[in-house]
């Protein structure tokens, strides 16, 4: 790849930023398209996301994905009037892309919950999120844009369980009358005609135990989604597949997220030609090896 004075130039933002795999997967997609660009990460200190922010409004750059911790106060950068902010960021309460036009304003995306949605098409296509309640584990970041994305997607109910009761309400309120909270003491009625659970919470992260459910209490058609991918086959979904239950992992989320950021970094689609989810499985596979 030459680098030259046209070379478009995106990236993403985070903090840590070093284990991303963002740059992998868009690099690889701007190498089979052929396209002039570059994308790399960037790690600012925990206050220095809004001069970074400010400093690129112009188009010095393209646009950034965000990542953990900046999504919520990437939202909260944004100037009524001034800039745009996509409903569907808004109903999520962060945005994971800022594309800078170059008139300076931002223009703010959530392309999570498109994620979320392709993961499910692609491992279990035959899943119609449509016909059932869809319960998420977890309140946090993650959780809420999920929450949003399947209200948007059709489905009739999202019910929210977290530790903390009150994380799970404030979600609920924020997202309207689909979205119900529950407290770990329902943790029966949760499951109740459920198609899908969603393992949103930071459980399972780095081979932990992932969260705790009642498995009597499911039935036995719930798909389980767990949007942890380190390591891909969690134990929360190995718990799953041993009861018969259908498991999608969390790595087709990554991927599916990147393909609109790609589309609205660069202006084209990622090309099919090549498979971003087989390198990015190998970069997890050599990370695992460096860390034995
Ligand atoms: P977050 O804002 O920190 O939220 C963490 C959630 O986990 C909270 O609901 C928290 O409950 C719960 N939790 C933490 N420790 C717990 C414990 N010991 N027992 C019960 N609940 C516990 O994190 P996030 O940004 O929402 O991310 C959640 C997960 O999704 C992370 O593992 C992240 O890597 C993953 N993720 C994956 C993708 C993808 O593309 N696959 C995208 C986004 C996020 P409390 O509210 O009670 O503290």
């Known amino acids: 790849m030459t680098i030259s004075a046209k070379t478009r130039v995106a990236g993403v933002v985070g903090h840590p930023v070093r284990h991303s795999l963002s ?31 400010e400093g690129c409004r112009g188009g010095a750059i393209c646009g950034l994905n ?13 100037q009524a009037g001034r800039d745009f902010v996509h409903p569907r960021a808004s109903l999520a309460g962060a945005a994971n892309l800022v594309v800078f036009r170059t008139d300076g304003s931002l223009e703010l995306d959530n ?18 999120l449509k016909s059932g309640p869809v319960v998420i584990l977890g309140a946090g970041g993650a ?16 019910r929210i369980l977290n530790r903390t009761f009150d994380r799970a309400l404030a979600i609920a309120d924020a997202l309207g009358d689909k979205v ?15 198609v899908a659970v969603i393992n949103a919470t930071s459980l399972g992260l780095n081979g932990g135990e ?49 393909i609109p950021s790609f589309e609205a970094l660069f202006g084209h689609a990622p090309p099919q030609a090549i498979d971003v989810r087989a390198l990015a499985l190998a970069a997890l596979a050599a990370e695992e090896k460096a860390k034995s």
């Not at 997967?25 to 220095?48: E, T």
């Not at 959780?143 to 999202?158: D, H, K, S, W």
């Open 23 to 53: 740059p992998l997967l868009h690099n690889a997609w701007l190498q089979a398209a052929g396209l002039d660009g570059v994308y790399i990460a960037f790690g600012p200190s925990l206050d220095g996301f809004r001069a970074l922010i």
């Open 180 to 194: 119900l909270a529950y407290g770990q003491d329902q943790i029966g009625a949760v499951f109740d005609g459920a």
């Open 143 to 158: 959780a809420r844009g999920a929450a949003a994305a399947l209200v948007l997607a059709g489905v009739p109910q999202v």
């Open 210 to 258: 992932g969260p705790g459910l009642d498995w009597q209490a499911v039935p036995s058609t719930c798909a389980f989604m767990d949007m942890v991918y380190k390591p891909l086959d969690t134990q929360f979904l190995q718990a799953a597949r041993a009861r018969g239950h259908l498991t999608i992992d969390g790595l087709d989320m990554l991927v599916g997220q990147a």
């Open 111 to 128: 392309t999570d919950g498109e994620g979320l949605l392709y993961a499910f098409a692609r491992q279990a296509p035959s899943l119609d």
């Open 66 to 78: 965000i990542t953990l911790p900046f999504k919520e106060q990437a939202l909260g950068l944004a």
